[in-house]
């Protein structure tokens, strides 16, 4: 075959996962090249929080916090539990530190621990209250120049005022209102803002920062990204996958790689046909915050190469609102806060709204009978909350004129005249409001257990109630969004080993062939037990799958052939 190119080590995909391998590919003596379909490097990553899952990371020990890999394999086992191959699990509970450590070594690479950021299930054995979920700090945009900058994915919805945070910051900021002390941690955020008013600075937090610093290092290490270049086909050779086919300038450019094709180019939320034929349903491309690009068409492609697939109905589910002319909005830290609760059709609650995320979306999908539909729902507040607390990017007080003329929030001075308008049974929402308010006096959630966990609490702030996750639900007027099961992408792809390897139906090595991220069946399997359980493991495969393909780790030895289904 006629090549036009050849580099040793392939990305398709420029998220966190993708660029993590690049990088790893180059630094141990591979020449690495990225591809990326759209007009933007970045993809979800870029438009995430930016955390990143890494148990027992070396920052953690320098901060005074234990941490093991037994006690994080306990844990592991405790949530993910038999349902991914336990090589696989310990692989990535190995190398995530090591990736962490490794990349630290560049510059503009630095990670820290997001504060106070407990396991979502902290209870659990082998649970911390902190330290595992890391982060990268603010990055000045200015530093890309301005093509680079240019051609970062934005993200869709950013905070009121345009108020560049870290995680830590934005939940602070978020209840200002509600809680003045919380304004002494205003002031740095201000003062970046307005030395980016002044001077321009780009400054960039969350996923952002993350994707910004490492497209910093490609830049610096001479990696090339090849944009608006979609993969068109896997060439074989031999049962051996040794370069692809790539659009490029409106013509099909032949890459050959040596040392072999890592897919990294994310789930399949954006596929209609894809949903359809594997989902648990409802679900719909309209409820997704993932990247416009995740759409499968390598996830078919290594189908089509006789890789197994695995997790193909799971995906990273979050509860969503749809404002008017506006992009999806993630409810992630509302569902916290006290005095506001979301209910089915029939009105009745279904869940701890504090909870993980996925498992609130998740629950959403299965809570549905004859007598009750959970989809859509409904966040129900009162006055005081929505006169104390940002929503999405509406500041306390102030409502757009158009969410009310859409129907897109819905208003009323008693209970029964908003359950008339939202179509939900009236006697419901009112016994249910009556029992949430006596919960909340009490401070005990008795059909949910709201703020039991410590995890519950992260997004609140201390108030006077004897539970922070529970306040009363009392004052008039009374206000609803509906809420559905959206997502931050799907978690089904091709099923790999320990070192990122593709397998085939028969539990044998695709040669040459890798995938990591959302291409992947996920590593977490099911569930998701900590803040940045997706893009962590991302990363950590992007270094396993570059140091395997650079002869410093692993074997051709399968350990075990097939997930749990």
Known sequence: MDWDKSVDFLVVGSGGGGMAAALTAKLEGLDALILEKTEYYGG??????????????????????????????????????????????DAFLANAPKMVKYLSKLPHIVFQIMPGFSDYYPDRKGGTKGGRGVEMPIFTGNTLGKELFAQLRPRSLELPFGLVCTIDEIRKIVLLKAHPPFFIDLFKPLLRNLFNLTARAR???????????????????????????????????????????????????RVRATKGVV????????????????????????????????TGEVIEMGIDAGAEIDLMDENWGMPVILPPNKPVYTLVCERCYPGAMIVNSAGRRFTNEATSYVDVASTMRTANSDSAVSVPS???????????????????????????????????????????????????????????NDYARTGKDLDFARGDSEYDHYYCHPTKNPNDCLGPIEKPPFYAYKVFPGDIGTKGGLVT?????????????????????NTSASVMGDTYPGS????????????????HAAGRLGSEVVREKSYSK
């Open 378 to 436: 409904f966040f129900i507040m009162d006055k005081r909350f929505r006169s104390n607390y940002i929503l999405g990017t509406q500041i306390p007080w102030v409502t757009p004129k158009r969410y009310f003329e859409s129907g897109f929030l819905q208003k009323a001075d008693t209970l029964v005249e908003l359950a008339e308008k939202i179509g939900v049974d009236p006697v419901g929402l009112t016994d249910t409001v009556s029992k949430f």
């Open 497 to 517: 080993n320990e070192n990122a390897e593709v397998l085939n139906k028969a539990g044998e090595i695709i040669k040459g062939l890798y995938a990591i991220g």
């Open 44 to 89: 979800t990553t870029a438009m995430s929080g930016g955390g990143m899952w890494i148990p027992n990371n070396h920052l953690m020990a320098e901060a005074g916090i234990e941490d093991s890999f037994e006690q994080a394999r306990t844990y592991m086992q405790n949530t993910v539990g038999d349902r991914v191959p336990q090589s696989n699990q």
């Open 532 to 547: 940045g359980s997706t893009i962590g493991p991302a990363m950590t495969f992007g270094y396993v799958a570059a140091m």
């Open 203 to 253: 400054h960039m937090g969350g996923g952002p920062a993350l994707i910004a610093r490492l497209r910093m290092a490609l830049f610096e290490q001479n990696i090339p990204l090849w944009l608006n270049s979609p993969v068109k086909r896997l060439i074989f050779e031999n049962g051996s996958i040794i370069g692809v086919e790539v659009e490029k300038e409106g013509e099909i450019v």
């Open 263 to 294: 897919l990294a180019a994310g789930g399949f939320p954006h596929s209609e046909a894809m949903r359809k034929k594997y989902q648990k349903h409802p679900v719909s491309t309209e409820w997704t915050a993932a990247c416009p690009g995740n």
